[in-house]
């Protein structure tokens, strides 16, 4: 969206005060996210007046002509479909002067995230069909980037100095298997990681969402080839109840997906795991709870997300019966993340007096000390890497880690000065 509208005489400013448009970009994936969304676009709205504010994103896609006519305040409202249509909605709201170009592949000029690191999306949509989930409702079906595409958008970050790509989409397992990805039959994921690796200089791929349902075990001997592609693993299991799982649509069942956990730890040492659990989902009973829990206690995950169930109408678990009481599924996700905290502990301990790679994100103002990330930390849902020397955001540090300090760890640079990533100053 930045890039369409520079594109078009637009100029990003620097904060809401600044601006004579602010673009709310909404979550519809769960009612507290809904929320969220609805209350930062009416506070911006009263905070600045002035200023049109639109709302984008998934929110609007959904709702669009429902929130059209609920919320008047708000300037305008835009799906999530087409992004650069951005262009042709400002210039009814607040014209610059100029045409909009017509749709076609920008270049990112700005990254939303950490110096150093960048997100990219290599599939749009989702085909699994969970019956809890909207975001078929949202986003689709499942729809791949053509290889050469992705391999390209790499290359160019990289030529900008990102040290770390992270690959992202409703579920990268399913990359390819809409018959997308490349000319004839299309690469799955290992053939993408593969071309990734070929790529020369110093960079970490990271891969965030994998269905277990259908993870591609192909991934971990090109992983196993090049520690490039970093050993970290977001695997969303929801459950350990073969019953509910079969209620959700999902096929996978706790003996199989222990296995999995196995498998990859045995041949990649040092992986990290991270997933999520769904709980209060219709039907959970207690027994279920607590093979969840045991579940839990045996995968021995490094870090875990607990969500209660949202009910999203259009869902087919929507109308299914045997629903819990909102504290009842509260209760559980609390005692969740009340047994998680020992097993990251423990995970975490396991990295103290271990030297690692750190990736700069931040610096402390008035401090000799830096934030930053490790190999086993994804970006904004894991622990950070404390060190204590004040080091340039966006470049790369060897660092011991001395000590774990809840579940963050700490650590001194041994390598010094760090190599140069994507620049630096503060996110």
């Not at 989702?126 to 689709?140: E, Q, S």
Request: aromatic share 6%; glycine share 12%.
């Amino acid at each position: 969206m930045i890039a369409a509208l520079e594109e078009a005489g637009w100029s990003l400013s620097r904060g809401p005060g600044d601006a004579e448009v602010i673009i709310v970009n909404t979550c519809g994936f769960i009612s507290q996210a809904k929320k969220e969304s609805i209350e930062t676009g009416l506070e911006l709205k009263a905070r600045h007046p002035g200023a049109k504010v639109v709302m984008v994103g998934c929110l609007t896609e959904r709702y669009g002509g429902d929130l059209g006519r609920q919320l008047p305040e708000i300037d305008g409202i835009l799906g999530n479909r087409d992004p650069a249509a951005i262009v042709a909605l400002l210039d009814g709201v607040s014209p610059p002067g100029e045409t909009p170009p017509p749709p076609r592949p920008r270049e990112r000029r700005h990254l939303l995230s950490f110096p150093g690191s960048a997100y990219v999306k290599i599939a749009e949509g989702c085909a699994n069909r969970c019956t809890y989930c909207a975001i078929p409702l949202i986003r689709g079906d499942l729809a791949s980037r053509p290889a050469e595409e992705i391999v390209a958008e790499a290359e160019g970050l990289l030529a900008r100095g990102t040290r770390e790509l992270v690959l992202i989409a409703q579920d990268l397992g399913s990359y390819g298997t809409d018959g997308g990805g490349a000319r004839g039959s299309g690469p799955r994921l290992p053939r993408l990681l593969a071309r990734l690796s070929g790529l020369k200089g110093e960079f970490w791929v990271r891969l965030l969402y994998i269905h277990p349902d259908h993870f591609p075990e192909e991934i971990l001997d090109v992983m196993a080839d090049d520690p490039r592609l970093l050993p970290y693993f977001d695997i969303p299991f929801q459950h350990a109840s073969p019953r509910l799982l079969a209620a959700m649509g999902r096929r996978g069942d706790p003996e199989r997906n222990l296995a999995l956990v196995s498998r990859i730890r045995a041949q990649l040492p040092g992986a990290v795991v991270r997933s999520t659990f769904l709980l209060g989902f219709p039907g959970e009973t207690d027994a279920d709870f607590q093979r969840l829990c045991d579940f839990q206690g045996a995968a021995r995950l490094d870090w875990l997300g607990a969500f209660a169930y949202s009910r999203e109408e259009d869902t087919p678990a929507y109308r299914m019966p045997g629903r819990v009481p909102a504290v009842v599924a509260g209760r559980r996700k609390a005692e969740v993340e009340r047994r998680q905290v020992p097993l990251t502990e423990r995970a975490l301990d396991g990295h103290v007096g271990t030297t690692r790679e750190v990736l700069m994100e931040e610096r402390i103002e008035g401090e000799e000390m830096s934030l930053g990330r490790a190999y086993l930390q994804a970006p904004d849902v894991d622990g950070l890497v404390v060190v204590q020397r004040s080091l340039p955001p966006g470049t790369v540090a060897r660092v011991r880690f001395t000590r774990r300090n809840g579940f963050d760890l700490e650590g001194e640079p041994v390598q010094a000065p760090p190599r140069d990533a994507a620049g630096s100053g503060q996110r």
